[in-house]
């Protein structure tokens, strides 16, 4: 391919680093660079909400304030101005259950407490009949009266998604604002939307909250591995594409170009703080080395990284299930953070064995101990994550000698 002829969407350089335009090359790199600082603070935020939602829904909240929440991140993560959640009721109403506003917006949404119809056309009519998000794009010609009522606060567009219980469409979330709402917003709310849907099945039918708070903790650990690939397939891969770029455009630089080097440099730092981001962010997600190799390395790998003297004992060489693996590591990664913030430790053991078809987990720290379940401890969570796979979980921390985990998770049910 000719110069004249080369895709404008390419990253490849224009000729030989001689005909390299310097300036316009610096230019891109600094874009780029900071839709990547973009995306990894967007990851962050979400992984995030998604930590918190998820042990939330495992502590079996109260539906009211799951709603409370699951309003809150999503309105929080879009950027929106309103996020209402919606019950359909039996006579073609819809009652709010909960409802989030921005901060300095006017309060527009008591009067969605009462009932409201469920008028062909709307957001609400669509997602009820078809069971798939729906959108307004703009509310400028709406005849309904949820468009009127919308024009009257300035509200543009609704996005909205169903909510789903045992197959059935029990209600709706709407994102609301002033703007234009991007593509992939229905996407995002209905990954948060599943704790909604979990609290709501756990409420409606006691005797499978069990199975609940399992599925909301693999959907938890499932979204963990997406946000893990996205990071290394896409933010990592074009991180490594401005690293080659960066010494691409240095090398074209004429002696006397000092200002521009400089430039460069600062560039290059900047490269180097997103790369350090993006590792911190993966330290808490669901790590590549338990995916390709089990709890043995993935495990010695999140001891190393500790400041402080770690026994490490496993004697399991299978692979177990996945969500035994994956619970497994998060109580182990939880325990020793605990260990080394909260305890004063110098030292830790974690053993990790087989004990008649379960697998048994035991940490051990030589720290203050008076250690009690909840108080932001994590330890609750932790509990939830043990009981939700049918497990055993027991906390020993008298006061002075130290605090002891020993859990034992079923490999069966």
């Not at 989030?100 to 009519?125: C, F, K, Y």
């Not at 996005?159 to 609301?176: D, F, N, Q």
């Not at 008076?370 to 921390?397: H, K, N, P, W, Y």
Request: proline share 5%; charged share 25%.
């Amino acid at each position: 391919m000719t110069t004249a002829e080369r895709d404008p969407e390419s990253d490849e350089p224009d000729g030989p680093l001689g005909e390299v335009d310097c300036e316009g090359a610096f230019e891109s790199l600094l874009a780029k660079l900071e839709l990547c600082q973009i995306q990894v603070r967007s990851l962050a935020d979400e992984q995030v909400a998604l930590r918190r939602m998820a042990v939330l829904a495992a502590q079996a909240a109260p539906p009211e304030k799951i709603f409370g929440a699951v309003s809150r991140e999503i309105g929080e993560l879009l950027g929106t101005d309103y996020v209402v959640i919606n019950r359909y009721g039996p006579d073609d109403t819809t009652t709010s259950v909960g409802h989030w506003g921005r901060p300095g917006s006017p309060d527009v949404m008591p009067p969605l407490a009462g009932h409201w119809p469920i008028q062909n056309g709307s957001a609400t009519e669509i997602v009820a009949r078809t069971g798939k998000p729906a959108r307004i794009a703009d509310y400028l010609h709406a005849e309904t009266e949820m468009g009127e009522w919308a024009r009257e606060r300035g509200i543009r567009s609704v996005v909205a998604c169903p909510v789903m219980v045992k197959g059935r469409v029990w209600g709706m979330i709407a994102s609301l604002s002033a703007e234009a709402q991007p593509e992939d917003t229905e996407a995002r709310i209905l990954e948060l939307g599943v704790f909604a849907s979990a609290a709501i099945d756990s409420a409606e039918t006691g005797a499978e909250l069990h199975a609940s708070r399992a599925r909301v903790i693999a959907a938890s650990d499932a979204t963990r591995r997406r946000i893990e690939r996205n990071l290394h397939d896409g933010v990592q891969q074009r991180l490594i594409s401005l690293g080659l770029q960066l010494r691409t455009a240095e090398a074209c630089l004429e002696p006397g170009q000092a200002v521009l080097r400089n430039q460069l440099a600062r560039t290059a730092q900047g490269l180097t703080d997103v790369l350090e981001d993006l590792r911190e962010i993966s330290r808490g997600l669901h790590p590549a080395s338990l995916s390709r190799g089990g709890l043995r390395p993935a495990l010695k790998s999140l001891v190393r990284r500790f400041a402080m003297p770690v026994e490490l004992n496993v004697s399991i060489d299978e692979r177990l299930p996945e969500p035994v693996e994956v619970a497994v590591y998060y109580i182990v990664s939880e325990a020793l953070t605990n260990a080394l913030r909260h305890a004063h430790a110098n030292r830790v053991r974690v053993d990790l064995s087989m004990d008649s078809g379960a697998v048994r987990v035991s940490v051990h720290d030589d720290g203050i101990g008076g250690v009690e379940l909840g108080g932001g401890s994590g330890l609750i969570g932790l509990r939830d994550r043990t009981e939700a796979l049918g497990g055993m979980f027991q906390l020993e921390s008298p006061l002075g000698e130290g605090t002891s985990l020993l859990l034992k998770i079923p490999l069966h049910d």
